[in-house]
């Protein structure tokens, strides 16, 4: 190989390996980094105000079963004359008060069973925020995911071109064939196809986080992140243990069932009549009158069956979905505990050497190209192998931390 030959081959892997970007010069921005995402996400994200909403009406509920029924006034006014003869017409009237009297253990029970409620409704909340914050985490890791593989196919652009620029050297010197040209440019014309898709998924991905974020980042705002955290091993069971009792979706059925329970015993309290209590004065022509009395409905006829009955089966409802709350969450618990365990697994084996066989090889690749003991062919082979490598690293990055947010959200979180 001649000193051209040696100088083109030098410049070819100069490109190779010196540090690169996928972009030109950075419009004004923000860069946001993992934490600040989260923070705009459960400021912004439109899904908040309707659970904030939910919580603000139960808390007006229990304002309405506190509240005390409001005293009944009656009054009658009006004019009268006796019988006799001779008689006028004279003024006459009437005036009453009543109140209702609850029967104190329907009223207590209708209490309990809104403020349970209350709790149900900050459950829901909690478990939103849980589920909003995996979501977030995984579209952010994809969003940065896709900002590596754009880094990586700019730089598969550049060492093409370095590439065809090295082919046309030799070509033009005799050294390597025409048709060798031609190969390295359909790598180059490979290598833009895979920019312009990689530019795409960009593009989608943020915009996925950014809807969550309720439309909060502008076009030139970016993230600032990697893919270093938690990596350890959990026991399955202490996770599912610990998410029965901490889990919003297990707190909140739970309180669902007392509040199923609350109901039922206000509608039997309910057979129980009310006691209403009133007062009167009136004035009539020839008298004037003062009266108190009680009223009581009579539970004769109806004892409130349907009511009791519906309760029941409510209470058993909730009770149903509280054990198969239970039973799913094991199993989604176990799910992704599994996930998790296999992109921690698929993390370690390019950890333990896989990374470093794709660096060994394409640096025989291309010490065999140098000595002239292999053609272009291997040398793309050994390239293209070492950036998949690159590529199906942080892939396995990327499903790490995806599993671990959906593990955390599956565990109400993580030791």
Do not use: C
């Amino acid at each position: 190989m001649n000193l051209r030959g040696l100088i083109s081959l030098l410049l070819f892997v100069l490109f190779l390996f010196r540090p690169f970007s996928a972009g030109g010069e950075e419009q004004n921005g923000k860069k946001y980094t993992l934490e600040e995402i989260l923070i705009l996400a459960k400021e912004k994200n439109p899904s908040i105000v309707i659970f904030r909403a939910n919580l603000e009406s139960a808390r007006g509920a229990l304002v309405s079963a506190r509240a005390y029924p409001n005293p009944e006034l009656d009054a009658d006014i009006g004019r009268g004359k006796a019988l006799e003869s001779g008689a006028v017409y004279e003024r006459q009237y009437s005036f009453g008060i009543s109140q209702l009297l609850e029967w104190p253990g329907k009223r207590l029970y209708r209490r309990k069973a809104a403020e349970a409620e209350i709790d149900v409704a900050g459950q829901e909340f909690e478990d939103f925020r849980l589920e909003l914050t995996a979501q977030v985490k995984e579209a952010f890791f994809n969003a940065l995911l896709s900002k590596r593989l754009l880094e990586i196919a700019a730089k598969n652009i550049e060492t093409a071109q370095a590439l065809v620029n090295s082919v046309q050297l030799r070509v033009n010197s005799g050294e390597a064939p025409a048709v060798e040209l031609v190969k390295a440019r359909v790598e180059l014309l490979r290598a833009t196809k895979d920019l312009r898709v990689a530019g795409n998924r960009v593009a989608i991905s943020k915009s996925a986080l950014n809807a969550l974020l309720g439309g909060a980042l502008s076009v030139y705002d970016e993230i600032a992140g990697d893919f270093s955290g938690v990596r350890r091993r959990y026991e399955l069971s202490s996770l599912i243990e610990e998410a029965m009792t901490r889990h919003p979706q297990i707190v909140r059925q739970t309180r669902a069932f007392e509040a199923a329970g609350y109901t039922l015993s206000q509608e039997r309290q309910a057979r129980f009549p009310d006691l209403s209590v009133r007062g009167s004065m009136s004035e009539e022509i020839d008298k004037r009158s003062y009266s108190v009395g009680l009223s009581i409905p009579f539970p004769f006829f109806y004892q409130r069956q349907g009511e009791v009955a519906v309760a029941q089966a409510g209470r058993a409802r909730a009770e149903a979905e509280l054990e198969r709350t239970r039973v799913e969450l094991a199993k989604l618990i176990t799910q992704e505990y599994q996930n998790y365990q296999i992109a921690l697994d698929q993390l370690n084996i390019f950890n333990e050497g896989l990374l470093k066989q794709a660096d060994e090889a394409l640096r025989i690749a291309q010490f065999s190209y140098e000595q002239g003991e292999s053609g272009l062919l291997d040398l793309l082979d050994a390239v293209r192998v070492q950036r998949t490598t690159l590529v199906e690293y942080d892939e396995a990055q990327f499903e790490l931390q995806a599993a671990l947010a959906r593990l955390e959200r599956m565990t109400g979180g993580l030791p």
